[in-house]
């Protein structure tokens, strides 16, 4: 199957300050990506899909502004919180798949876990 | 709105048995995908089985098999001779527009 990179595995931040998580499709190029956030012991809630070479579409709910990304090239997506505060913390988890294979699996990075003190 | 939900928070199976985990969902669309996914302590999403709501035969691999019922919109899977490695949360999805949406999940246990 398509492998799907993300990094860090684990980021601790100070409150106040802004954190970029990368999402890579290593054997693939994908020109959707998407962005899913997971509370403790709760769902994957999809927070925005990211287009290559255009704007991001965020879900509903979700701040633009806080949560920025990027999807400069066919291989790369960036998570980027800004100004982060504590209630920002979360198991942030990105998906991709050959565009094939778009309807029939998604192939998800390792997660992040983002830790804001 | 597509909705997916999840009745059984948690469940538990004993080794070799079987176990089967609920999943409704809530669509008008009429061709879609379902799935389910696993994810164990690492975190890490790993996809079990996924079926087409347009073929009428209920998807299989391995011990993992689904019973699908288009009109109740019913998407239970059964795990077979169950193993300790099978023990996670498993989350029933439905994909429209190449988005995910997950239901809340069921925490699966395997005792020896």
């Known amino acids: 199957g398509a492998v799907v990179s993300q990094h860090p595995s684990r980021v601790i931040c100070k409150s106040g300050t802004s954190v970029k998580i990368e999402c890579r499709s290593l054997?693939?190029?994908?020109?959707?990506m998407f962005w899913y956030r997971q509370f403790p012991k709760q769902s994957l809630m999809l927070m925005a899909t990211?287009?290559?070479?255009?704007?991001?579409?965020?879900e509903q709910g979700v701040e633009k502004d806080k949560f920025l990304i990027n999807h400069a090239s066919l291989t790369l997506s960036t998570l980027t919180v800004t100004s982060a505060h504590p209630e920002d913390s979360s198991f942030y988890i990105c998906s991709a798949g050959p565009s094939h294979t778009m309807n029939t699996e998604a192939f998800f990075g390792q997660g992040t876990r983002l830790t804001v003190v | 709105a597509q909705t997916v939900t999840q009745s059984q928070p948690e469940m538990s199976v004993q080794e070799a048995e079987t176990v089967t985990l609920s999943c409704t969902y809530d669509?008008?669309?009429?061709?879609?995908?379902l799935f389910w996914y696993k994810q164990p302590p690492s975190r890490q999403m790993i996809l079990v089985i996924r079926q087409e709501a347009y073929k009428q035969q209920n998807a299989t691999e391995n011990r993992f098999s689904v019973n699908f019922q288009k009109a109740a919109k019913s998407f239970s899977l059964k795990i077979s001779d169950s193993q300790l490695g099978d023990a996670a949360m498993y989350f029933c999805a439905y994909r429209t527009s190449y988005k995910l949406i997950f239901g809340t999940g069921t925490r699966l246990q395997v005792f020896p």
């Open positions: 990211s287009n290559e070479g255009s704007k991001a579409t965020y």
């Open positions: 669509t008008s669309e009429s061709d879609y995908y």
């Open positions: 054997d693939f190029q994908a020109t959707t």
